[in-house]
């Protein structure tokens, strides 16, 4: 058995050509950071990247939630596949954590159990006819940039510091358990002290803090937060995190998970107005920033462009904090140009 | 120019075992060669403090080695490793990385154990948090007598954590080590004996005090120095915002997971087959499981190899503690004696 | 008496999950699950590696096995391989086909769940869509999202989306040709069947309950699962 080290564990990330999988929670809540990413890829970067209309869920949040049978998850995931392999393409890169563990899973799956990956492939065949191969890499995005965090730096207009001191901004990551704890040998610095999200942080002059509870779930919980009995489950694992990090003084959190970066967002909304209650000295809560917006903010991208109005914790003092302008008129911009009144909601 | 000793059998590693049956073979009247790669001898007994069950200093033990090695007919060199064995017509053939040459009957391989490297549990933090140490480091600090936490002050809550290393399929090894159970139960004394306020944690998955006086021991540290002994393996640990160590595991006697924040975590790290053990052995194709070296037959020939004249004694064959590694040596020097003696 | 274990051994969640449990509880100590319910994920791998079909029925008629969140911190750790998440998907998965699931409140949130999710999929091609986040039903996603929900096309589009138009972009429409495979794939698979095993259970303990159920998201039975606490 091969052993390593967290600093050794390395991941082939390939280095252009990605067919990319949009993800539900992200479309939804957070549709600004896919477009972003894509921006960075394609125009920033100049890489080949293909946004293919007839994608669709890979069924995780139903797998997961146990309303979808493995066999019928298997068999979409090879669907994904297929219209990958239509295309011509080899490496997949979902945009949703949960998929990407799902895939590996997946993909897992066949190599130990060859008649799981037969039984796929009939199934497949007999609902759609169609047939697939198995991506040569299961790409994260967050991958992807972290690949490209020394180019990216070149371009950026900013840095994680704080403009008025010259200090590193103090940085909370959260990687998502479905990125690390599922196929940890897949991870870039395992799963106790993964590095995707602090490479990029250190890399672009931020501090990474390592918290107790660094590693704990944000408390998505699947069925826990979909059914509404169950949200107290989710609630009290996010607040346990935010409870382990406020001593720390985070100037903002950067999340990899679609889901936990909704959770970590909303969460401290709902504490605050359940308790009064905020995780930071001003009463404004800590900013959520995806990777994506937080890659993007540092390239210069307008904030409105990144989607940070529809955060509920205010990203504004944070933008104040790197020096980062924006105007206040644009933040509730519609696509017709009008301004959609905040007020009343 | 190369240099060439001849000798009757060549005894590679200077530690418990190597010693013990240089020494008796020497005393059987045979000529020793006996080679250390560290400049001291001693091997594994040097990093520690007191050994279990009955609290022998190591220091004592050294000072015997020490006289044990003036004994008529041995040779003892330090700070030279053999890189090489094989087998030459009768003979054995085994070269050093100082360019020598040992011509022997026999080979007797005492290349012992390595302690586990606990970097590679993560999820514990060595390396990273001041306050995870190793048990060998806490050897360090009861010979300078002195125990300091992650601040640098004294501890009043200690946590001992029991299979760092063995029983683990993460970390590729199934096995259990056999003496850090008793080794924590021996930590917790020492600590209370130090620090008679301190609360003492052990965590363990199963207490396996299958020597003698272990159990007897086990309860004294209960009864008498009041150490705490959980049973559950600790899951994770981390460091506070006041540079103490928090805790994650289950009290799976009371069923519930609990946290703990104390001031210094000891890992019992587990025995692991020796650098030289793993490579002697796979040169000479002997190497059993999990890198150890392979005797010819458990029940039969222990010391024996699939090789006539190549023998195997003490930790590089598995994990022992010191009493039985000991006597390990001394069945060693009857089955080369037969073996010299062409009675078998 | 059903063979559970029988059954769930031919599962290969359980042929991947289930090694030998030497009752270390390392899953436990960092189980968020097992912090906030009396649930214990060790003593799951413990009662299936009984093989006892009583102890392993009793698991799927109560609340236990729908505890866990599913964040697979249990598979990092194990220092024998067990999985105790993955088991737990197994025995879900039996509960619902053997209609044991309705004996228990947390059970019977299955019926929501495949109201919401399930049906999104099949009918949109997305497990969640902005347009389903019903501010009234999630009050604790705030205020933004309350002014994001009323002006979703609005927003999301400037944006970059393509708020349910034809083409490429976040919340797009997923083309019908898309939506049909899909539909396919259920029928296949043995995904539908799964979801008429759940409807066809849930219906039978609405009437046993005296409560109304029908297609819609409104009926009495929907609002109950979907909004009653558990009964412990």
Redesign the interface.
């Known amino acids: ?1 091969e ?4 600093k050794n564990y390395q991941k082939d990330i390939p280095d252009n050509n990605y067919y990319y999988e ?1 993800s ?6 957070f ?2 950071s ?2 972003t990413f894509l921006r960075i890829v394609g125009d920033v970067l100049g890489k080949q990247i293909e ?4 994608l ?2 890979c ?14 998850t ?3 995931i090879a ?1 994904l596949f297929s219209l990958m392999s239509e295309k011509g393409y080899r490496n997949f890169v979902p945009s949703c954590v949960t998929s990407f ?1 799902l895939l590996n899973e997946v993909v897992e ?1 066949w190599k ?2 060859p008649e ?1 990956l037969q039984q796929t492939r009939d ?2 065949k ?3 006819g ?1 047939e697939f191969e198995i991506p040569e890499y299961i790409t994260h995005p967050c991958d992807i940039i972290y690949k490209f965090r020394k180019e990216l730096k070149e371009k950026m207009r900013f840095q994680i510091v704080n403009q008025k001191t010259g200090e590193p901004l103090r940085v909370v990551e959260h990687i998502g ?2 990125y ?3 196929f ?1 040998q897949a991870v870039i610095g ?4 993964p590095q995707v999200l602090a490479g990029m942080v250190e890399e672009w002059g931020g501090q990474v803090i ?8 944000c ?6 937060y ?8 989710s ?3 996010s607040r ?1 995190k935010f409870e382990s990090m406020e ?2 003084h985070p100037d903002f959190i950067v999340t990899n998970c679609p889901g936990c970066t909704m959770f970590l967002d ?2 401290q ?2 504490i605050k107005e359940m308790e009064g209650k905020t995780y930071d000295k001003q009463g404004n809560g800590i900013p959520v920033l995806t990777y994506e917006e937080m890659t993007g903010l540092l390239l210069g991208f307008n904030p409105w ?3 940070l ?4 914790i205010s990203a504004e003092p944070l933008l104040d904090k790197i020096g980062i302008p924006y105007d206040k008129e644009q933040k509730y ?4 140009g009008k301004i ?1 009144d ?1 007020k009343g ?1 | 120019m190369e240099k060439i000793i001849y000798t009757d059998i060549a005894v590679i590693g200077a530690g418990p075992t190597g010693i013990v049956a240089a020494y008796n073979l020497a005393r059987l009247g045979y000529k020793v060669s006996l080679f250390e790669k560290e400049e001291s001898l001693g091997g594994n007994i040097l990093k520690t403090y007191k050994l279990f069950p009955n609290f022998q200093s190591s220091n004592e033990l050294l000072q015997l080695f020490g006289e044990m090695i003036v004994v008529n007919n041995l040779s003892l060199q330090t700070g030279v490793t053999v890189t090489n064995i094989r087998k030459d017509n009768n003979h054995w053939i085994s070269t050093t990385n100082k360019g020598e040459t040992i011509v022997s009957k026999a080979v007797l391989m005492a290349t012992g154990f390595k302690p586990f490297d606990a ?2 549990k ?2 514990y ?1 060595y390396g ?1 948090y001041n306050g995870v140490i190793t048990s060998l480091e806490f050897e360090k600090m009861l010979k300078c007598g002195e125990i300091y936490g992650s601040n640098g002050i004294t501890p009043e809550k200690i946590a001992i954590l029991n299979c760092v290393g063995s029983r683990d399929a993460k ?2 090894n199934n096995y259990c080590s056999r003496v850090c159970c008793i080794n924590a139960v021996k930590f917790g004394i020492e600590i209370k004996e130090i620090l008679p306020k301190a609360e003492v944690y052990c965590f363990y998955m199963d207490l396996r005090m299958t020597g003698q006086f272990y159990e007897e021991l086990y309860r004294k540290s209960q009864q008498e120095y009041g150490v705490n002994y959980i049973r559950g393996k600790i899951s ?1 640990a ?4 006041d540079n103490r160590i ?1 805790l994650k595991a289950e009290d799976t006697l009371l069923r519930l997971p609990i946290k703990m924040t104390v001031d210094l975590l000891i890992l019992m790290i587990g025995i692991e087959a020796s650098e030289s053990t793993k490579e002697l052995s796979a040169q000479t194709g002997i190497m059993g499981e999990y890198g150890f070296a392979k005797s010819h037959s458990l029940l039969k020939a222990d010391n024996h190899t699939i090789h006539p004249g190549l023998f195997i004694a003490g930790t590089c064959k598995r994990p022992f503690t010191y009493p039985e590694t000991v006597a390990d040596a001394r069945a060693a020097v009857v089955e080369i004696q037969h073996y010299l003696e062409n009675k078998t | 008496m059903i063979d559970y274990f029988e059954r769930l051994s031919r ?3 359980v ?2 999950g289930l090694k030998a449990c030497m009752n270390c509880g390392i899953c436990t100590a ?1 189980c ?2 097992a ?3 009396p649930y214990n994920p060790k003593e799951i791998c413990n009662i299936l590696q009984t093989k006892d079909n009583k102890k392993i029925e009793a698991l799927l008629k109560n609340e236990t096995i ?1 505890y866990c ?5 249990c ?2 750790r194990c220092p024998r391989e067990n999985v105790p998440g993955m088991l737990i ?1 197994a025995l ?2 039996l509960s ?1 086909e053997t209609g044991l699931f309705v004996e228990s409140s ?1 059970g019977r ?2 019926y ?3 109201k ?3 049906e999104s ?1 099949l009918k949109s ?6 347009e389903n ?1 019903k501010p009234e ?1 999630h ?10 929900y ?2 979703l ?9 393509n708020y349910k138009k ?7 429409l ?2 019908k ?3 049909d ?2 539909n ?8 539908k069947k ?2 008429e095993t ?1 409807h066809s259970y849930s219906t039978k303990k609405a009437q046993e309950m005296n409560l109304e159920i029908d297609d819609s998201l409104n009926s009495p039975y929907f609002i109950k ?6 009964d412990q």
């Not at chain 1, 539900?24 to 809540?29: D, E, G, P, V, Y």
């Open positions: 058995m052993r390593k080290f967290w949009r539900c929670i992200r479309q939804s809540f549709p600004g896919e477009t946004d293919d209309q007839n669709h869920t069924t995780g949040i139903g797998y997961h939630a146990d309303v979808v049978p493995f066999e019928t298997q068999t979409i669907r563990g799956t130990h159990f799981e199934f497949l007999q609902a759609t169609r358990c479905h690390s704890k599922v940890p395992s799963a106790e002290f390592d918290y107790p509870e660094r590693r704990h779930c408390g998505f919980g699947f069925r826990h979909l059914i509404m009995a169950n949200r107290g489950y609630i009290a694992n346990k001593p720390y909303r969460w909304y709902t462009d990144l989607g109005q529809l955060h509920q911009l519609g696509k017709s959609i905040f909601f | 970097h590679y993560e999820e933090g990273i970390v590729g994770e981390s460091q506070t915002a928090q | 599962d290969v969640r042929k991947e960092i968020p699950a912090e906030f319910f729908w969140g599913q964040c697979m911190s598979k990092a998907s879900r998965k619902q947390k949130q299955q929501a769940i495949s919401t999710i399930a999929i091609g997305y497990c969640v869509h902005a986040v039903l009050p604790e996603q705030g205020t933004v999202w309350n002014w994001y009323n002006n096309e609005e927003i999301a589009d400037r944006l970059g989306a034809h083409g490429p972009g976040s919340l797009r997923i083309g040709k898309n939506l495979e899909i396919a794939i259920f029928e296949v698979t043995g995904g799964f979801l759940i699962t979907y909004t009653e606490d558990s």
